[in-house]
């Protein structure tokens, strides 16, 4: 018997604990159980998110998050700025286009991200009302600047809506003092629950933007969700398990600390890149996410090595997309992973290499990943 060990950026491994709490009964949604529990779990999320700015809670994907971000909080007067530097940056790209928006999609080669000063040079001719990013670029293992994007656009009266979808709770994310506007996440990345949930932080700056539009939403109106918010309430029914999971899931993030969380995270991508390297392993991008790992399958082996993975070993990673698909596969650091986690898969992947014929010394990958992991805290 094989147990399955999901190394996938979403959805992640989701521990125990916030299972068994998301197996007792549910209760009713409208009561002040309820609404003392939301208290409860946005107090907590603001630690996560380091805001003072109140966190909505909206049923759905990490995606209906971000389209309730970009169709009720950009300005219809002026340009929105999308970067896209993958799957999802060309994502926003669509979703802006559905609601009518004047787009000026900035393309940058896969494995790269926009920089502030190209942010900085279209925000200076004063054409624009909105930036979005995405923080950690799933689909190529990539990171972007967002620190000095933020500095730049909090300069002007545009706002920033960031994609931190699988950043928050994974890199370096200080939102006011960045001075990120709107920061986007899902509940199946490092907050380790299962998919269904959608977070959104939304500044002073952001809300008098929102309030200025009529935007042609019903279930995403960023306005609904706060109203209800003010009452520590979800304006339609609220999905009682998974916010149940949340509080307690939260917790554990908590009583780790955010920092800790996310030194922890970049101390496993450490090892994972420099195991892949001691294998003769490419990794993907030029700007490395902490939060995944993009690495290169070397020559004659495809797709069936990440099969043969889950099948003898039972570890899950992900394909590569689109350009990179059957090239590469990608390695989640996110949530509920750990040292152990991290050098039993590098051995898994040591073994299906040499299942493939691929010559390395059995034993280098793990090694290496066990110099860097000493430095757990």
């Known amino acids: ?21 998301m197996a007792k009964p549910i209760f009713h949604h409208r009561t002040q159980q309820f609404q003392d529990m939301l208290v409860r779990v946005n107090a907590g999320l603001k630690k996560i998110f380091l805001t003072a700015n109140d966190v909505l809670t909206i049923p759905g994907s990490g995606t209906a998050g971000m389209e309730a971000a970009i169709a009720c909080a950009v300005p219809r007067d002026k340009k929105v700025l999308v970067a896209n530097s993958g799957k999802f940056g060309e994502r926003w790209v669509k979703v802006a286009k559905v609601y009518g ?55 002007t009266d545009a706002i920033l809506i960031a994609d931190c979808i699988t950043a928050l709770g994974t890199l370096p994310l200080k939102t006011d003092e960045w001075g990120v506007d709107i920061v986007g996440a899902g509940s199946q990345k490092a907050l380790m629950l299962p998919p269904g949930l959608a977070f959104l932080s939304v500044s002073p700056k952001a809300w008098a933007c929102v309030e200025k539009i009529t935007a042609p939403t019903f279930y995403l109106s960023l306005k609904a969700y706060r109203k209800a918010l003010a009452d520590n309430d979800l304006p339609y029914t609220a999905p009682v398990t998974l916010i149940r999971g949340l509080e307690v899931a939260v917790n554990m993030i908590n009583a780790v600390g955010i920092e800790k969380v996310w030194s922890r995270c970049a101390l496993l991508a450490k090892a994972t890149r420099a195991a892949a390297e001691a294998l003769g392993l490419k990794i993907f991008s030029r700007q490395p996410a902490d939060s995944v790992t993009g690495i290169m399958y070397p020559a004659g082996v495809d797709d069936s090595f990440r099969k043969a993975l889950v099948k003898k070993y039972g570890c899950n990673v992900a394909v590569g997309q689109d350009e990179l698909k059957g090239k590469c ?7 509920y992973v750990d040292p152990l986690d991290t050098i039993g898969l590098i051995a898994a992947i040591e073994y299906t290499l040499l299942d493939a ?4 010394n059995l034993g280098a990958g793990v090694t290496a990943a066990v110099q860097v992991l000493r430095d757990w805290k």
């Open 357 to 360: 014929g691929v010559k390395i």
């Open 329 to 335: 596969f990608r390695v989640s650091h996110l949530g």
């Open 1 to 21: 018997m094989i147990k399955s060990r999901l190394f996938t950026p979403g959805p992640t491994d989701v521990p125990a604990e916030v299972l068994i709490e």
């Open 101 to 155: 928006l004047n787009v000026d999609e900035v393309k940058t080669e896969w494995g790269t991200s926009i920089t502030a000063e190209a942010v900085k040079a279209k925000l200076d001719t004063g054409a624009y009302g909105a930036v979005v990013v995405v923080y950690s670029e799933t689909s190529t293992a990539t990171a972007c600047d967002l620190q000095a994007i933020a500095k730049v656009v909090a300069a």
